[in-house]
């Protein structure tokens, strides 16, 4: 991967779930981005900006482009220093894929279920979103090959999601936003980790971060009576 894709990645590194939230425009000029976004308050999400001239009432269907998908720092060496895993590139670049694919079935089942229609082309209603999970850490990868070991976390993992809205036809940036969260299991109990478990900690993870976007367009954005 070249360093510009790489870094093309990193700055799509931190979105997601603008959620029933005021924007605030800055009255200190140092708080408006290079683009031109300001500060959401009460953003439900580490770090959310808008641009304070958006209409995202016209936005009635929705293209989501592929999610780019980045480990933690020294994740893969520090998994296979467990003697009962060896962690190959091709499983890492599967796991990427599996969790850019999951991600893109849990936005799309959100969002349609909202009203949103999921679209692949451009358009004066369609809002387009680009993702990016980063700093991905899957505490017990499932590796998909024999053997009887197993492993017992009391936790999945954690990712941050990054993600940024735009007009289809103009270009123009409407949005960005930033979010990180763990894995959660109830109680911290040790159980399991395999491909079943890690995947359904993740759809919830995705769902909460899909359902804050579903709420900041609906509660703030959409007008009433669309639906």
Do not use: C
């Not at 993600?163 to 159980?191: C, H, K, N, P, Y």
């Amino acid at each position: 991967m070249s360093t510009k894709t790489l870094l093309a990645g990193i700055v799509l590194a931190f979105l997601t779930g603008l959620a029933p939230a005021t924007v605030a425009i800055a009255e200190d000029e140092a708080q408006i981005t290079f683009d031109g976004l300001v500060p959401v308050e009460n953003a439900r999400v580490a770090m959310a900006y808008i641009n304070p001239e958006a209409d995202f009432s016209v936005f009635r269907r929705v293209a989501i482009l592929d999610p780019f998908v980045s480990f933690r720092s020294n994740w893969k060496r520090n998994q296979n220093r467990s003697r009962t895993r060896n962690l190959r590139a091709s499983d890492v670049e599967r796991i990427k894929t599996d969790v850019s694919a999951l991600f893109r079935d849990v936005f799309i089942e959100r969002l349609e279920t909202a009203g949103f229609e999921i679209v692949t082309e451009t358009g004066e209603d369609v809002l387009v979103l680009r993702p990016a999970i980063i700093d991905l850490d899957i505490t017990a990868p499932d590796l998909r090959r024999g053997g009887r070991s197993r492993t017992y976390t009391a936790t999945g993992g954690a990712a941050t999601l990054y993600i940024e809205l735009f007009d289809s036809v103009s270009g123009d940036i409407l949005g960005r936003a930033a979010d990180r969260q763990a894995a959660r299991r109830g109680g911290g109990m040790m159980t399991w980790s395999n491909r079943v478990s890690n995947r359904a900690e993740a759809r919830r993870m995705f769902g909460r971060w899909a359902d804050k976007l579903v709420e900041f367009l609906n509660d703030h954005y959409v007008e009433k009576g669309q639906k």
